[in-house]
């Protein structure tokens, strides 16, 4: 199996249509419907359901798409590590994050090296642990952020210093406005927006008794689209603190949970992990910004 076939194949894909393809991928209609043949023999199975005007895939050409987009990912960022190899360091770092404003941290390292390697390009992405575990894994990803505890057979890591601290969302006119601390009972008769991670990994911390009792009406891997449901009267957010605008102008404001709830953030990198030159002097920085802010 041909990287060219794979790339042929996720064409087809995305176009629906094998004469399109065919046109954007500079090749002859025929070729392409024989290579696809071709490699459905080779797996041994149907990737594709034809009809007179257009293409859609199986459940197993469903799965060879996710696999496939993967593998050229990571086949792409192979040959920029190696075209980025020498005496400049430059290159292409890949980094999941998710949703917190710790990133601070990361956000200095990156304006420290780029002061030192200009040539250097970040590639950041937003999800939960899930999602950029998996990335990470597959060597998607050079790092991630996350706020669950790393799996320590996996992944080397290090702690950020601080917390990140857990509150509502809501309209700076909502009666829990009026409060200075929230409380498990006090959202009973809300809506509630907040992330599945958080309701997994998070809130049973605080109080599992009445988690059941609770009205989560929607879950969202980004807070600030679920403080536009919350401006828009929907209901209120569990998030941390510092995500969302709670500025005067943004008509919300933000009230810590009580009991607090606080939760940690990790840098992991997979162990055994040959970094390029560019995420080794990510890593580096990383390191040194750290140490000066516990100074």
């Given at each position: ?68 987009e993967?593998?050229?990912e990571?086949?792409?960022?192979i ?16 980094i ?22 200009p ?10 642990t ?11 990803y ?31 006119d ?65 998030t ?26 990790y840098?992991?990198w997979?162990?055994?992990?040959i970094?390029s ?17 516990e100074?």
């Amino acid at each position: 199996m041909e990287l060219r076939t794979l790339k042929y194949f996720l064409e087809i894909a995305r176009e629906e249509n094998m004469s399109r393809a065919a046109e954007r991928l500079h090749v002859s209609q025929p070729t392409l419907s024989r290579t696809m043949k071709e490699l459905e023999e080779e797996l041994g199975q149907q990737l594709f359901t034809r009809s007179s005007y257009s293409i859609h895939l199986t459940d197993e050409g469903m799965l060879l798409k996710r696999r496939t987009e993967d593998l050229l990912e990571m086949a792409d960022k192979i040959k920029e590590e190696f075209r980025t190899l020498g005496d400049t360091v430059s290159g292409d770092i890949h980094i999941g994050c998710a949703e917190s404003y710790l990133i601070k941290y990361l956000a200095r390292a990156v304006k420290n090296l780029n002061e030192k390697y200009p040539l250097i390009r970040y590639h950041i992405v937003s999800g939960d642990t899930e999602q950029v575990n998996e990335k990470l894994s597959k060597g998607i990803y050079d790092f991630a952020f996350i706020v669950e505890p790393p799996d320590l057979s996996k992944y080397n890591y290090i702690e950020i210093p601080e917390s990140n601290i857990w509150g509502v969302v809501i309209p700076k006119d909502h009666p829990l406005a009026e409060k200075s601390e929230i409380r498990a009972e006090d959202l009973l008769m809300y809506p509630i927006f907040t992330s599945r991670q958080s309701m997994a990994a998070d809130l049973p911390r605080w109080n599992s008794d009445i988690l059941d009792k609770l009205n989560f009406l929607a879950d969202f891997n980004l807070s600030n689209n679920a403080a536009v449901f919350v401006r828009e009267g929907l209901g209120v957010a569990l998030t941390f603190k510092h995500i969302v605008d709670t500025s005067i102008e943004s008509g919300l404001t933000f009230r810590p949970l009580y009991p607090p709830l606080e939760t940690k953030m990790y840098i992991i990198w997979k162990k055994y992990h040959i970094f390029s030159p560019a995420a080794e002097a990510l890593l580096k920085e990383f390191r040194n910004v750290l140490q000066s802010s516990e100074v």
